[in-house]
C-alpha cells in the first residue's frame, strides 16, 4: 500500500464511537443557564384540544421547546408527545411555548394535572368533607410546611414531578431557573361555598408554598386563568360568581386586600369551548396558553445569561 493510500484509507478510519447530539447537553462553551416554567391544574390544563384541528402548521416540533415525559426532556412536537394523557389532544402548553420560547432562550416545560380536583383541603377528591385539614386527602391543598401531614396528595405528587425535572436538568450539566408558575383549576372549588369564597386565601398559598418547595423567590411569577366562561354556568358550579370574584381579587392589579404580588390572572371569557361548555377547545386551547405567556413575560424583570 503506498503513501497515498495510506492517506485516503485514514479518511474513513473511525477515531470514536459516532453519538448523536445530546439536546439537553450543552454544547463546550455554551451557556448552561436554562428556564423552567411550571405548569399546575386540572382538566383545562391538562387540555381537551385536539391535535387534529390544529393548523397545518403547527403539527410539527415546538420550536426551542423541551417538555418533562417523566424521565428527560423530549422535544414538544403536537401528536407525538403526550401532554395531555394522550397524544391526541393538547393544552396550553402549546400556545404557551409558542409565544415565549425562543433561540436565545430555550423553554423547559414540567406539567402536572388532576382532572376534576379541588385545591380547597375541605375536599377529598369530589367528595366535600369540610372541618380542619386532614391527613391524606386527595386536594391540591399544599398544606403550611413543607413536613405538614395534612399536604393534599397531588400536591405531593406534583411537587415531586417539578423537582425530578428540574434535578435532571441540574445533572445534564445545566443551571435551570423556575421563572414562572402557571396554574389553571378552580371549577371543582367552585361546588362549595367555604372553597369558593376563601379561594384567594388558597392560591395565596399555593404560590407560597410553590416557591418554597421549589427554592424559588416567594413572590415568583404567577399566572392564573379564570375559570368557567360559559353563561349560564353549568349547575353543579353552584359558587362560580364567588370563585371568579375571588380569583380577580387576587390579581396584582386589583389593589384588593386579596392581591398577590407578581400574580397575573387571565380572563378567560370569549375562548370557544367543546359542546359540554366547560371544557376548550383546540382554538381555545392556543389562545389560553398564548394569553399565559403574554402574563408572564410582564412580570419578568430581564434577565441576561450570566
Known amino acids: 500500500m503506498n503513501v497515498k493510500t495510506v492517506a485516503i484509507v485514514a479518511l474513513f478510519v473511525p477515531v470514536g464511537p459516532l453519538v448523536a447530539a445530546d439536546p439537553l447537553r450543552p454544547e463546550p462553551n455554551a451557556p448552561k443557564a436554562v428556564d423552567v416554567y411550571l405548569l399546575g391544574g386540572q382538566s383545562n390544563m391538562q387540555g381537551s384540544g385536539k391535535v387534529a384541528d390544529l393548523p397545518a402548521d403547527l403539527k410539527k416540533e415546538i420550536p426551542h421547546t423541551f417538555f418533562w415525559n417523566g424521565k428527560t426532556f423530549e422535544p414538544l412536537v403536537p401528536g407525538k408527545t403526550n401532554t395531555a394523557g394522550r397524544v391526541t389532544t393538547f393544552g396550553p402548553e402549546v400556545g404557551f411555548a409558542l409565544d415565549i420560547a425562543t433561540a436565545d432562550r430555550p423553554v423547559y416545560l414540567i406539567k402536572y394535572h388532576a382532572s376534576g380536583m379541588p385545591l380547597h383541603h375541605g375536599f377529598n377528591a369530589g367528595e366535600w368533607v369540610g372541618g380542619a385539614p386532614a391527613p391524606g386527602r386527595r386536594t391540591f391543598y399544599p398544606g403550611e410546611k413543607t413536613d405538614d401531614a395534612n399536604t393534599g396528595t397531588l400536591y405531593a405528587a406534583m411537587v415531586k414531578q417539578f423537582q425530578v425535572g428540574v434535578k435532571h436538568l441540574t445533572e445534564q450539566g445545566h443551571t435551570p431557573t423556575v421563572r414562572g408558575f402557571v396554574w389553571m383549576q378552580g371549577e371543582a372549588d367552585a361546588k362549595q361555598k367555604e372553597s369558593a369564597t376563601t379561594y384567594a386565601v388558597s392560591l395565596n398559598r399555593l404560590r407560597r408554598r410553590l416557591a418554597d418547595d421549589m427554592k424559588c423567590e416567594a413572590d415568583m411569577p404567577f399566572v ?83
Open 224 to 306: 392564573f386563568g379564570q375559570v368557567l366562561p360559559h353563561e349560564p354556568p353549568a349547575a353543579r358550579f353552584t359558587h362560580r360568581k364567588e370563585v371568579r370574584e375571588q380569583m380577580a381579587a387576587s390579581d396584582s392589579a386589583s389593589k384588593k386586600p386579596e392581591a398577590m404580588k407578581n400574580a397575573t390572572m387571565v380572563s378567560t371569557d370569549g375562548f370557544s369551548l367543546l359542546p359540554d361548555t366547560v371544557h376548550y377547545d383546540a382554538a381555545g386551547q392556543l389562545k389560553l396558553g398564548k394569553a399565559f405567556a403574554e402574563a408572564m413575560k410582564k412580570l419578568q424583570p430581564a434577565t441576561p445569561r450570566k
